[in-house]
């Protein structure tokens, strides 16, 4: 079965210091992967996705993420963190056949301190 | 498109009462998921749905739940009798199937914030 690992319950950053989030997953074969964005009170919103090519994948608000599949890894970065950026990020893996299910890991909480 | 639509946005409700949470999805969209959201549990999945039929209920906690998906743009998750421990966000969220056979990321609706006193 698929599965996902954020290490980082909270982390916290200053504003304009560069973000690293980690997630690991767990899937027999080439994965789906995703990285979502919760601001309070709201649902979740996609930052960017990697289906296949290119292993490093550009998203919105400026993040990145690269997928490394001799580490099981795919993070997420940011080289300059802004105020508006404090909102919980799930890291998510989708099964690449059959019926789709994706399981989505339990979140980092980010805080930007100024 | 508006995105996908949840209602209501906020419920109260007393114990043992029923509540029916619903939602609409993207349309065009094949696929329908209805997750759950607490502190302490995190994101969880509990029933998904492909052209209408349920696909995978495993994570419906119990028969206390059940969700239903008359036709391609609306379906309901519903909770008989309430209990104070269902208190959670409830989020429904749709996708599709690429012709390649792969399929697209979820879009996720606002969420129901459901609380059972």
């Known amino acids: 079965a698929q599965s996902v690992t954020q290490p980082d319950i909270h982390i916290t950053v200053s504003e304009g210091a560069s973000l690293e989030l980690r997630c690991n997953y767990s899937?027999?074969?080439?994965?789906?992967l995703f990285w979502y964005v919760q601001s309070p009170g709201q649902g979740l919103q996609l930052l960017l996705k990697y289906f296949s090519g290119d292993t490093l994948v550009q998203g919105i608000k400026g993040f990145e993420a690269e997928f490394k599949r001799s580490q099981s890894s795919f993070n997420l970065r940011k080289p300059s963190v802004h105020w508006s950026d404090a909102a919980e990020y799930f890291c998510?893996?989708?099964?690449?056949?059959?019926?789709?299910?994706?399981?989505f890991g339990i979140g980092t909480k980010l805080q930007v301190i100024p | 498109d508006a995105g996908v639509i949840q209602s209501p946005r906020h419920e109260v409700t007393e114990m043992g009462q029923e509540v029916t949470l619903r939602c609409k999805p993207i349309s065009g969209h094949d696929y329908l998921f209805w997750y759950r959201q607490t502190m302490m549990r995190g994101l969880e999945l509990l029933i998904y749905f492909n052209n209408n039929v349920p696909i995978d209920d495993s994570g419906m906690p119990e028969d206390r739940f059940s969700a239903k998906m008359p036709n391609a743009s609306f379906s309901t998750l519903k909770i008989q009798p309430s209990e104070p421990r269902d208190s959670a966000v409830y989020f429904c969220?749709?996708?599709?199937?690429?012709?390649?056979?792969?399929?697209?990321?979820?879009?996720f609706g606002p969420g129901t914030r459901l609380t059972v006193t």
């Open positions: 969220a749709s996708s599709f199937t690429w012709t390649s056979g792969g399929f697209y990321e979820q879009y």
């Open positions: 899937y027999g074969a080439t994965p789906y």
């Open positions: 998510a893996v989708g099964n690449s056949g059959g019926y789709q299910k994706v399981t």
